[in-house]
C-alpha cells in the first residue's frame, strides 16, 4: 500500500481494529470520510466520545446501559423467576425479538481456554450471586452458539446450575423453516433427528 499522509494512516490503522475491515476496506473508510461536510465528522466525534464517556454495564445484568441499572432490569413487567444467559450485550436484542420476557445475564463470552477464556474471566461468578440474591429464580436459559465454546460453556452451567437445583434450560436446535435438506450439515440433522416430535 503506498504511504499516505499520517493523519490518513492512523485513521486506517485505528479503522482495521473493528472486526471484518481489512487494510483496503478501511482505505475506503477513511476517503469516504474525507468527502463529507466538516459537521458530520464532528457529530461522529462527538457520538465516539459520548458512547466512551456515557455508557456503562448494568450493575445487575453486566449488559450496556446509561445508568446503574437497565430498563430491563428495571422493568417490573418482566418474569423474575427465568434469566437468559447470553454470551454478549448484542445477544438481548435478538432473544428479546423473539418474545423472550424474562430477564437476562451478560457473561462477556464463552468458555475457551485456548484463548484464556476461564470461568474466572467471565461474568459467572455474578451470575450465581445474582441466583443467592434473587430467590424467584426458578430457571437459568443458557442461550449461546451451537459452536464448541457454547457447548462446553453449557455443559460447565448445567452441572453448577443443577448442584443448586435450579432449572437449566438451552435453545432448541435443529432445522430452520423454510431450509432444504441437502444444504443442513450433519450436526444440525443430527439434532432434529434427535429433537423430532410425533405428529
Not at 466525534?45 to 448494568?58: F, G, N
Not at 453486566?62 to 430491563?72: G, H, L, P, S, V
Amino acid at each position: 500500500m503506498r504511504e499516505y499522509p499520517r493523519p490518513i494512516q492512523n485513521l486506517v490503522t485505528l479503522f482495521t481494529y473493528l472486526p471484518g475491515v481489512g487494510p483496503k476496506t478501511a482505505l475506503r473508510y477513511v476517503f469516504y470520510l474525507l468527502k463529507q461536510p466538516k459537521g458530520t465528522i464532528e457529530s461522529m466525534s462527538r457520538a465516539l466520545h459520548e458512547l466512551q464517556q456515557a455508557v456503562t454495564s448494568c450493575s445487575t445484568c453486566k449488559t450496556y446501559t446509561t445508568q446503574e441499572i437497565c430498563e430491563i432490569c428495571l422493568d417490573s413487567k418482566r418474569d423474575k423467576t427465568m434469566i437468559c444467559a447470553v454470551a454478549h450485550p448484542r445477544d438481548i436484542g435478538t432473544i428479546d425479538s423473539a418474545g423472550f420476557r424474562g430477564r437476562y445475564h451478560v457473561l462477556g463470552g464463552t468458555l475457551s481456554p485456548i484463548e484464556g477464556i476461564t470461568p474466572d474471566t467471565l461474568e459467572i461468578n455474578s451470575l450465581f450471586q445474582r441466583l443467592t440474591n434473587e430467590p424467584a429464580v426458578s430457571e437459568v436459559v443458557l442461550a449461546f452458539n451451537p459452536d464448541i465454546e457454547g457447548e462446553a460453556t453449557i455443559m460447565y452451567l448445567s452441572k453448577l446450575l443443577k448442584a443448586r437445583n435450579i432449572k437449566a434450560s438451552r435453545l432448541a436446535r435443529g432445522l430452520p423453516a423454510g431450509s432444504d435438506l441437502e444444504f443442513a450439515d450433519e450436526v444440525t440433522l443430527g439434532d432434529a433427528l434427535h429433537r423430532r416430535w410425533e405428529v
